[in-house]
């Protein structure tokens, strides 16, 4: 089991000038492990959202890849493959009027934007803002 031994530092405390953030207690256990659940569904469309740009970026080295791709046809006396190479995929859209970053930007603005604006709503309104009471719970049974 790995612990934090750091010391408490001033990031931990409550900045100048803010009023502090409700003591964990004062969430009761149903409401820390709801607030859990979704933070947890947070954090996995913070992981698709990696994979999205991992795709993007695949996808882009691909594409790039398929100028040297042509050249090698050209080299290698196809140049009627090549010319199909490049007119049927170089700058393809991955889906419908899309290139990947396109796919990105939308979800970020749309759905991505949608979760994260609506888990912080629900924390503000239910814990103060704190994030990970559940976990927080967690670590202090588990470290007794």
Same mark, same amino acid.
């Not at 009023?19 to 913070?46: H, I, N």
């Not at 991505?112 to 967690?138: C, D, N, Q």
């Given at each position: 089991?790995?612990?934090?031994?750091?010391?408490?530092?001033?990031?931990?405390?409550?900045?100048?000038?803010? /009023?502090?953030?409700?003591?964990?207690?004062?969430? !009761?256990?149903?409401?820390? #492990? $709801?607030?859990?659940? %979704?933070?947890? =569904?947070?954090?996995?469309?913070?992981?698709?959202?990696?994979?999205?740009? /991992?795709?993007?970026?695949?996808?882009?080295?691909? !594409?790039?890849?398929?100028? #040297? $791709?042509?050249?090698? %046809?050209?080299? =290698?006396?196809?140049?009627?493959?090549?010319?199909?190479?490049?007119?049927?995929?170089?700058?393809?859209?991955?889906?419908?009027?899309?290139?990947?970053?396109?796919?990105?930007?939308?979800?970020?603005?749309?759905?991505?934007?949608?979760?994260?604006?609506?888990?912080?709503?629900?924390?503000?309104?239910?814990?103060?803002?704190?994030?990970?009471?559940?976990?927080?719970?967690?670590?202090?049974?588990?470290?007794?």
């Amino acid at each position: 089991m790995i612990r934090d031994i750091r010391p408490e530092t001033a990031s931990s405390q409550t900045p100048p000038g803010t /009023s502090p953030r409700p003591p964990s207690r004062d969430v !009761d256990d149903a409401t820390a #492990e $709801a607030l859990g659940k %979704l933070s947890e =569904a947070l954090e996995t469309t913070e992981r698709a959202r990696g994979h999205l740009y /991992s795709f993007h970026q695949l996808i882009g080295h691909a !594409d790039l890849q398929l100028d #040297e $791709a042509v050249k090698l %046809l050209r080299a =290698a006396g196809h140049p009627e493959m090549a010319d199909l190479v490049t007119r049927e995929l170089i700058g393809l859209n991955v889906i419908p009027g899309r290139w990947t970053f396109q796919i990105v930007e939308e979800y970020e603005d749309g759905y991505h934007s949608a979760f994260t604006g609506v888990e912080r709503r629900v924390r503000e309104r239910l814990a103060g803002g704190r994030r990970h009471l559940h976990e927080a719970r967690m670590k202090k049974r588990r470290q007794g």
